[in-house]
């Protein structure tokens, strides 16, 4: 069993370490490091509060029936096909240790848990690094095809965290085709940030049967904190996953709120535009000043990389002096070369970027 460096958490967030090795004195900050709907979560589930908190006394459905319910009727997703978790993460974790994963194919960089999740179920991992072309990042597809020849499994984020690539769902169903015998997990967390339905494979009917999709509530609706998550896939594979899932992982107050999510129309479509705006935004004023993206930004994070200085870190105290907190990507296998993360937020709050950027970077620049 591997358990070593490969295997502790690489999560960011960490703001408290960050002031202390920076020599900053900690102060509240406008934390861009996170990426869930600047709008936080619908104001319905602050109303409601009152009557969600007598989900606290009784035990919850052993499965989640609440989220269960909610994907029924959102994407049409019988409960044969889907199983709940306590986030998308519960399922990350779960799937290679019930389907018995023996070696995965993580492209990188991705999301740690990939790797720390098969790693943890006694998988070996293959790294397939995401080729870096003068300064995009490529997802090269004919690449995995070939690896995938040494692995019984892939992992795909679809939009890609942190490096926000997208790819077609034609794509996806071609190597779930090419490799009837192997996993295809495509971790459609950030989708529903992404405006085009075609490419979600969330809502194909015809999922392949080697074709597991995770998904999550906590981004979109900005409820990291109530965990509530599942995966998608066909019923003989849930039936397997049931079989090794811990009860009650998912919680009353979760479980309750989710069919409540089914009345939020109006937020979804908020988002939607106010996210597509202000990540144009985003990017168009921090490319003008020479920072580089890898591509066009997909969902509601960006991803840049650092040139004024050699170190990041100039970057990251500039940031925290004046209150912003960035998420320092450094811990990314191949992002090493100063790469950070930034959240899009509401318009306010990006302004307050933006400006702290451009009167940093105009001082380096002249200075
Ligand atoms: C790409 C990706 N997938 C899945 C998750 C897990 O999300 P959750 O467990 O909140 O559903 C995260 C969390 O940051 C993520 O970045």
């Given at each position: 069993m591997a358990v070593n460096g490969e295997t502790t958490h690489r999560h960011g967030g960490f703001r408290r370490t960050d002031f202390a090795r920076l020599g900053i004195g900690e102060r509240a900050v406008l934390d861009f490091s996170v990426n869930l709907n600047p709008l936080g979560p619908p104001s319905l589930i602050r109303d409601r509060w009152p009557q969600l908190i007598s989900g606290i006394e009784d035990y919850p459905s052993v499965e989640g029936e609440g989220i269960a319910y909610y994907y029924q009727k959102?994407?049409?997703?019988?409960p044969d096909h889907f199983l709940a978790g306590n986030g998308s993460t519960e399922m990350i974790y779960l799937i290679p240790r019930a389907l018995g994963i023996k070696k995965a194919l993580v492209p990188v960089p991705s999301f740690h848990d990939y790797s720390r999740g098969s790693l943890l179920a006694g998988a070996s991992v293959l790294y397939q690094p995401i080729s870096q072309r003068e300064d995009s990042f490529a997802i090269d597809i004919g690449e995995i095809m070939d690896r995938m020849r040494e692995s019984d499994a892939l992992w795909l984020g679809?939009?890609?965290?942190?490096?926000?690539n997208l790819h077609p769902k034609e794509t996806i169903l071609e190597i779930c085709r090419r490799y009837p015998d192997k996993w295809i997990i495509v971790d459609e967390?950030?989708?529903?940030?992404?405006?085009?339905?075609?490419?979600?494979?969330?809502?194909?009917?015809?999922?392949?049967?080697?074709l597991l999709v995770l998904h999550s509530l906590t981004k979109f609706y900005a409820l990291a904190g109530i965990r509530m998550g599942g995966v998608i896939a066909s019923k003989e594979v849930i039936r397997t996953l049931r079989r090794f899932k811990e009860p009650w992982t998912v919680n009353g107050i979760a479980e309750r709120i989710a069919p409540l999510l089914l009345e939020c129309g109006e937020y979804e479509e908020k988002t939607l535009s106010l996210v597509r705006a202000e990540r144009n935004r985003l990017f168009e004023n921090i490319r003008r000043s020479g920072i580089v993206f890898p591509s066009i930004p997909s969902a509601n994070f960006l991803l840049c990389q650092w040139?004024?200085?050699?170190?990041l870190d100039d970057c990251l105290k500039e940031f925290l002096a004046l209150g912003i907190y960035v998420r320092d990507c450094r811990n990314f296998p191949g992002l090493e070369k100063n790469w950070f993360r930034l959240a899009v937020k509401t318009p306010e709050e990006n302004d307050r970027l933006l400006s702290a950027f451009s009167s940093f970077t105009a001082r380096r620049k002249n200075g």
């Amino acid at each position: 069993m591997a358990v070593n460096g490969e295997t502790t958490h690489r999560h960011g967030g960490f703001r408290r370490t960050d002031f202390a090795r920076l020599g900053i004195g900690e102060r509240a900050v406008l934390d861009f490091s996170v990426n869930l709907n600047p709008l936080g979560p619908p104001s319905l589930i602050r109303d409601r509060w009152p009557q969600l908190i007598s989900g606290i006394e009784d035990y919850p459905s052993v499965e989640g029936e609440g989220i269960a319910y909610y994907y029924q009727k959102k994407y049409g997703i019988e409960p044969d096909h889907f199983l709940a978790g306590n986030g998308s993460t519960e399922m990350i974790y779960l799937i290679p240790r019930a389907l018995g994963i023996k070696k995965a194919l993580v492209p990188v960089p991705s999301f740690h848990d990939y790797s720390r999740g098969s790693l943890l179920a006694g998988a070996s991992v293959l790294y397939q690094p995401i080729s870096q072309r003068e300064d995009s990042f490529a997802i090269d597809i004919g690449e995995i095809m070939d690896r995938m020849r040494e692995s019984d499994a892939l992992w795909l984020g679809n939009p890609n965290n942190p490096t926000g690539n997208l790819h077609p769902k034609e794509t996806i169903l071609e190597i779930c085709r090419r490799y009837p015998d192997k996993w295809i997990i495509v971790d459609e967390a950030f989708m529903p940030f992404v405006e085009k339905k075609n490419l979600f494979c969330v809502l194909d009917p015809d999922r392949p049967g080697n074709l597991l999709v995770l998904h999550s509530l906590t981004k979109f609706y900005a409820l990291a904190g109530i965990r509530m998550g599942g995966v998608i896939a066909s019923k003989e594979v849930i039936r397997t996953l049931r079989r090794f899932k811990e009860p009650w992982t998912v919680n009353g107050i979760a479980e309750r709120i989710a069919p409540l999510l089914l009345e939020c129309g109006e937020y979804e479509e908020k988002t939607l535009s106010l996210v597509r705006a202000e990540r144009n935004r985003l990017f168009e004023n921090i490319r003008r000043s020479g920072i580089v993206f890898p591509s066009i930004p997909s969902a509601n994070f960006l991803l840049c990389q650092w040139r004024f200085t050699e170190n990041l870190d100039d970057c990251l105290k500039e940031f925290l002096a004046l209150g912003i907190y960035v998420r320092d990507c450094r811990n990314f296998p191949g992002l090493e070369k100063n790469w950070f993360r930034l959240a899009v937020k509401t318009p306010e709050e990006n302004d307050r970027l933006l400006s702290a950027f451009s009167s940093f970077t105009a001082r380096r620049k002249n200075g």
